[in-house]
């Protein structure tokens, strides 16, 4: 691939100022209409040292306005950030609809440098790969444009270039050690540049082979690129019709297994043994705090459940023992509108906890395949892909060592209109009761099917669903313990 590009390809220099000054005009255009029609799009800029990714950056932004990109220079990962999944610090950086986003190196830094230094072992290569794919492919499918660009350089090229900015006082500092190692080592760097290229060049999202022996050349077939591919986004947009309507759950035949019908609710404490069975349980999590903190293990807990079925309540056990410094409990509801502009796990991995804490989440990411299927907040493509998506989120953190808990807490119908009529008798709780409480009940049957096409589709081996039948809360709220201890312990075991 990267030995059949013509590195003689040059353009003379009143051609070049003349192409120059036109795509730049466009690009300000281009910008605006990106920024009406809320088209975000990411530029990732790699390639061999002294390739001039740099000035191409510059050359770039050169029209455009300020307050609608930002750029972002990657270096290698610090401390904190190598203890999240690889990915978590280029969530951060996303750009909001109608931003552009460049990153002058990228998350292909994982598979580049780290690779030609042995700094990721080859067995995880596959994975990353497969993962930056992903992560670009859920780009794509949310409305994002992408454009990635190759900068290759001849050997001589990169040498002279290198000797260059080394020579020169003002450009000296930038010339790095790794950046001779790539001279030295050409030849490798190659091949694990071609290797990456040809395992991530996917249909979403293409890589665009840049011949940059010429710096003319390369600035002009970039940013005729950009231009190009901002537009045909542009088009689509304007193009697409409105996604087709999904008829009404209610007349859907149930195609899983009744995953909730198989909870005993019946299953209850006397008011002696829950107390005895928390205390002993809540003071075995206690204990595993200390090894968490020392192994900077992250445990993330996420409780859903129907209205009423005490999610509160058996957060509130979980966590009353504990050190208030080791652990966040994050509530979702509606996203903001500064959520709703990034994809709906972007909120999600901004609240990932940290190494040796525990995170726990009232609501959650499966909100996309429950509420917003339901209430009509997303398109059907859009939640029938959140499934796919879910499950590569989740296979992040369980990689990266996370401990995952997902738990359903489950109760009859009978149940709940009896919680409901408590609530709404109870001054102390009335707040708690809501008319959307009322009309989620209304859809009971709709939820059921989907929480059950949930189930089937998102447990997974390293990340499977706990349905906890929460008739009797005190039964819960063990349960839910004492499965926290058996799979903190499982991962303790695992690492010895």
Known sequence: MLDTLDLKLSLEKDAYKEQIELLMKQMRQL?????????????????????GK?????????????RGFKVHPIWPPTPEERQYPFLWRF????????????FYHSWYINVL?????????????????????A???????????????WIHLSRKELKKRLKKAAADPLDSWRVRPEDWHQAKNYHEYAAIAEDMLIQTSTGPAPWTLVEGDNKRWARVKVLSK??????????????????????????????????????????????????????????????????????????????????????GGAIKRLTDVLDPRSYVVNAFGAPSTEELSHHYLWRFWRRLPDPGTIGIFDRSWYGRVLVERIEGFASEPEWRRAYREINE????????????????LHISPEEQLERFNERKDNPFKQHKLTEEDWRNREKWPLYHV???????????????????????????????????????????????
């Open 31 to 51: 910008q605006k209409a990106c920024w009406e029609k809320k088209l975000p799009m990411i530029v990732v800029l790699e390639g061999w040292a002294a390739a």
């Open 54 to 66: 740099g000035s191409l950056v510059k050359k770039m932004v050169g029209y455009m306005d300020p």
């Open 91 to 102: 969530w951060q950086k996303l750009p909001a609809r109608g931003e552009i986003g460049f």
């Open 113 to 133: 440098e780290d690779r030609l230094f042995d700094r990721i072992p080859d067995a995880d290569i596959p994975t990353t790969m497969r993962q930056i794919n």
């Open 135 to 149: 992560f670009e492919r859920q780009m794509v499918d949310d409305g994002v444009a992408i454009a990635k660009f």
């Open 226 to 311: 950009m231009a190009t591919t901002l537009t045909e986004a542009l088009d689509l947009r304007h193009c697409q019709t409105p996604p087709p309507v999904l008829p009404p759950q209610a007349q859907l035949q149930p195609t899983e297994p009744d995953f909730l019908s198989q909870a005993d609710l019946s299953l209850s404490l006397s008011k002696d043994d829950y107390k005895k069975q928390l205390r002993k349980e809540q003071s075995n999590l206690r204990k595993l705090q200390q090894s968490l903190h020392l192994q900077k293990i992250p445990v993330l807990a996420i409780f859903e459940g129907w209205d009423a079925a005490g999610k």
């Open 393 to 408: 989120f989740e296979e992040q953190l369980t990689s990266a060592g996370y401990v995952l808990l997902k738990f359903w």
């Open 450 to 496: 989907a929480v059950n096409q949930m189930i089937q589709r998102t447990s997974t081996p390293t990340a499977p669903w706990t349905v906890v039948p929460g008739n009797d809360k005190y039964y819960a709220r063990v349960k839910i313990i004492q499965s926290a201890i058996e799979a903190i312990e499982t991962e303790l075991k695992r690492r010895k």
